[in-house]
C-alpha cells in the first residue's frame, strides 16, 4: 500500500511509520494523497514528515529518539496560505493558518516540496468549492411572482361611483411616551492572546537565528497542542 508513496525520494522507514499510524487515524472517507519525508544533509536519521490528505495537512515529528510520533494537523478550511521555496539544498514548505499560526519543514527533497505544493492547492480549491456549494444551498429561493400568460383579458367593469361621505374626525392620538435611556454598555478588557504572544516570540527568536528550524518546529507544535 505505501509503494505509491515512495516514488519520490521519501525515506521508506518514515513513510511505513507515518502509514501505519495514518490508518489508526483517519476516518471513513478521508483519502492520503501524498506522503514528504524531510531529507536532512550529512544525518537524516529522524526525519520530520508531512501528509497530505483531502481533508487535512498533517506534520509528524519523531519523539523519545525515534519511539514515539508527534503530530499536529490543520484541515482545509483553517489554512489561509500554502508556499513553497526552493533553496540549494532541497526546499521548504510551509503554510500558514487564518489564526496567524505557521508550521513548515525544510531539508525536502524539491520534487516533493513541489507536490506537496500542487496537492494543496487542489484541495484548496475543492475546498473553496464546497463552501460555495453550501452557501448557495443555504440561500432561500426568489419566489416567481409572474403571472400566467394564458390568461384571458378581462374588459374593466365600469360602477356607478358612490356618493363621497364627509370623512370622521378622528381624535388627536396622544404623543408617545418617552424612550428610556439605555444604560452604557460596560467596558469589557480583552487580555492579550497569551498563545499568540508566545508564537510570536518564538518566530522572533527563529527570524534572528536563534534557535533552528528543528527547534522552532518542535517548540511550536509544543505551543499550538495547548490549544
Keep these: 500500500m505505501i509503494e505509491k508513496f515512495l516514488n519520490d525520494q521519501q525515506d521508506?522507514?518514515?513513510?511505513?511509520?507515518?502509514?501505519?499510524?495514518?490508518?489508526?487515524?483517519?476516518?471513513?472517507?478521508?483519502?492520503?494523497?501524498?506522503?514528504?519525508?524531510q531529507k536532512k544533509p550529512l544525518v537524516?536519521?529522524?526525519?520530520?514528515?508531512?501528509v497530505i490528505t483531502n481533508r487535512r495537512v498533517l506534520f509528524f515529528t519523531p519523539a523519545n529518539l525515534g519511539l514515539s510520533l508527534k503530530f499536529i494537523d490543520f484541515t482545509w478550511k483553517d489554512i489561509a496560505d500554502v508556499s513553497m521555496?526552493?533553496?540549494?539544498?532541497?526546499?521548504?514548505?510551509?503554510?500558514?493558518?487564518?489564526?496567524?499560526?505557521?508550521?513548515?519543514v525544510d531539508y525536502l527533497p524539491k520534487v516533493q516540496g513541489r507536490k506537496l505544493y500542487q496537492y494543496s492547492q487542489e484541495c484548496?480549491?475543492?475546498?473553496?468549492?464546497?463552501?460555495?456549494?453550501?452557501?448557495i444551498q443555504h440561500t432561500p429561493a426568489a419566489r416567481l411572482t409572474d403571472k400566467p400568460m394564458d390568461e384571458p383579458f378581462k374588459q374593466p367593469i365600469e360602477e356607478t361611483p358612490?356618493?363621497?361621505?364627509?370623512?370622521?374626525?378622528?381624535?388627536p392620538a396622544p404623543e408617545p411616551a418617552p424612550a428610556p435611556i439605555a444604560a452604557p454598555a460596560p467596558i469589557i478588557e480583552t487580555k492579550p492572546d497569551e498563545l499568540t504572544e508566545k508564537l510570536k516570540k518564538l518566530k522572533m527568536l527563529f527570524d534572528n537565528g536563534?534557535?533552528?528550524?528543528?527547534?522552532?518546529?518542535?517548540?511550536?507544535?509544543?505551543?499550538?497542542?495547548e490549544l
Design 210 to 225: 536563534l534557535i533552528s528550524q528543528d527547534e522552532y518546529n518542535q517548540k511550536k507544535m509544543e505551543l499550538l497542542s
Design 12 to 37: 521508506p522507514k518514515a513513510v511505513e511509520k507515518v502509514y501505519s499510524r495514518l490508518v489508526e487515524l483517519l476516518p471513513a472517507g478521508e483519502e492520503t494523497l501524498y506522503i514528504a519525508t
Design 85 to 104: 521555496k526552493e533553496e540549494i539544498i532541497g526546499s521548504v514548505f510551509i503554510i500558514k493558518t487564518s489564526k496567524g499560526a505557521e508550521m513548515g
Design 44 to 50: 537524516n536519521l529522524l526525519p520530520d514528515t508531512i
Design 162 to 171: 358612490a356618493t363621497p361621505q364627509p370623512a370622521a374626525i378622528a381624535p
Design 124 to 135: 484548496r480549491e475543492n475546498e473553496r468549492k464546497r463552501e460555495e456549494l453550501q452557501r
